[in-house]
């Protein structure tokens, strides 16, 4: 038997397992559980939706934060005027994406929150600014408004087995598309203004999310394309999901599960590892997650052997 007929059946017999899974328990629409706060709760929610890598909506988790009513325009601009904060800039929306064959990466620099906020409530056609500074950015850049949110949620870290990995601030045009990716964290992603629309899917599609790999750029002050020096020193390609970052669910196959799930203000989703997602948002939407190191157990194990097998195809 040759090596590739080998390799052909080994991709079947792992696709036939990913779409079992998908029918046994891989949901097609997201739920919605209160947040658990006894010992008993925090094991069921740890058992049915973490052990399991299973995304859901958590109702309760924001209802105690002064910031659902409190972060207006003018009160972010009286407490954070002066604050020099992190802003990418792009012509188009489109960091850290694919734009005409280019993997491209934003503009960034530190301007006054009251010039973000002023440029925002009235936008420029040739350029779209978002915060999406991550690296516990909150902590970093906003810590004027921790009064504001739980720093730092008891619930959460019980349910994960660790302590808070970071903290950051999400705030930005409508134009501002996050592009499909995967993050290493447990994730748990709460709005507080405005509304975001994931488009998900489950870490056993990475068989048939296409990667290609693709010349690093960078946007310049002014809007233009240049090839990144320092990704262009570590290689130069970057390997990224081939779909169109405008519609996701275009060109979509029946080997691919997406489940597409809005988040309103004041409610929280669950977004397991390796859970690929694209975001979309409303205008000026503002959020905050927080993320915790994650447990390399089967659901690693899954994915990890999914992306080899996609790799080698």
């Given at each position: 038997?040759?090596?590739h007929?080998?390799?052909?059946?080994?991709?079947?017999?792992?696709?036939?397992?990913?779409?079992?899974?998908?029918?046994?328990?891989?949901?097609?629409?997201?739920?919605?559980?209160?947040?658990?706060?006894s010992?008993?709760?925090?094991?069921?929610?740890?058992?049915?939706?973490?052990?399991?890598?299973?995304?859901?909506?958590?109702?309760?988790?924001?209802?105690?934060?002064?910031?659902?009513?409190?972060?207006?325009d003018?009160y972010?601009?009286?407490?954070?005027?002066?604050?020099?904060?992190?802003?990418?800039?792009?012509?188009?929306?489109?960091?850290?994406?694919?734009?005409?064959?280019?993997?491209?990466?934003?503009?960034?620099r530190?301007?006054k929150?009251v010039d973000?906020?002023?440029?925002?409530?009235?936008?420029?056609?040739?350029r779209?600014?978002?915060?999406?500074?991550?690296?516990?950015?909150?902590?970093?850049?906003?810590?004027?408004?921790?009064?504001?949110?739980?720093?730092?949620?008891?619930w959460?870290?019980?349910?994960?087995?660790?302590?808070?990995?970071?903290?950051?601030?999400?705030?930005?045009?409508?134009?501002?598309?996050?592009?499909?990716h995967?993050?290493?964290?447990?994730?748990?992603?709460?709005?507080?203004?405005g509304?975001k629309?994931?488009?998900?899917?489950?870490?056993?599609?990475?068989?048939?999310?296409?990667?290609k790999?693709?010349?690093?750029?960078?946007?310049?002050?002014?809007?233009?394309?240049?090839?990144?020096?320092?990704?262009?020193?570590?290689g130069?390609l970057?390997?990224?999901?081939?779909?169109?970052?405008h519609d996701?669910?275009?060109?979509?196959?029946?080997?691919?599960?997406?489940?597409?799930?809005e988040?309103?203000?004041?409610?929280?989703?669950?977004l397991?590892?390796?859970?690929?997602?694209h975001?979309?948002?409303?205008?000026?939407?503002?959020?905050?997650?927080y993320?915790?190191?994650?447990?390399?157990?089967?659901?690693?194990?899954?994915?990890?052997?999914?992306?080899?097998?996609?790799n080698?195809?």
């Amino acid at each position: 038997m040759s090596l590739h007929v080998m390799e052909s059946d080994l991709f079947k017999a792992l696709d036939n397992v990913c779409e079992e899974l998908v029918d046994l328990y891989i949901p097609t629409n997201i739920t919605t559980v209160p947040k658990p706060t006894s010992e008993a709760e925090i094991l069921s929610f740890y058992r049915n939706y973490v052990q399991k890598n299973i995304p859901v909506k958590i109702a309760g988790c924001t209802e105690d934060w002064p910031a659902l009513t409190k972060w207006t325009d003018s009160y972010l601009c009286s407490t954070l005027e002066d604050v020099e904060v992190s802003v990418a800039i792009t012509p188009n929306g489109l960091a850290d994406a694919i734009w005409d064959d280019k993997f491209t990466l934003p503009f960034e620099r530190k301007i006054k929150f009251v010039d973000f906020l002023s440029e925002l409530q009235t936008p420029r056609e040739d350029r779209v600014l978002y915060l999406q500074q991550q690296n516990n950015s909150f902590n970093t850049e906003f810590s004027q408004l921790l009064a504001d949110i739980d720093p730092d949620p008891e619930w959460s870290s019980k349910v994960f087995g660790t302590d808070l990995d970071a903290v950051n601030f999400w705030m930005g045009d409508g134009r501002a598309i996050t592009s499909l990716h995967k993050d290493p964290y447990e994730n748990v992603y709460s709005v507080v203004r405005g509304k975001k629309t994931f488009t998900l899917f489950p870490p056993c599609d990475r068989l048939h999310l296409k990667y290609k790999k693709y010349p690093a750029y960078r946007y310049d002050e002014g809007g233009a394309l240049n090839i990144d020096k320092d990704l262009e020193e570590a290689g130069g390609l970057v390997p990224w999901i081939d779909i169109d970052q405008h519609d996701p669910l275009s060109g979509m196959t029946e080997n691919l599960h997406p489940v597409v799930v809005e988040i309103e203000a004041g409610e929280t989703l669950y977004l397991p590892s390796y859970w690929f997602h694209h975001v979309a948002q409303s205008h000026a939407t503002i959020a905050v997650n927080y993320w915790y190191d994650i447990d390399y157990g089967p659901a690693y194990g899954l994915f990890r052997v999914c992306d080899e097998i996609a790799n080698k195809r």
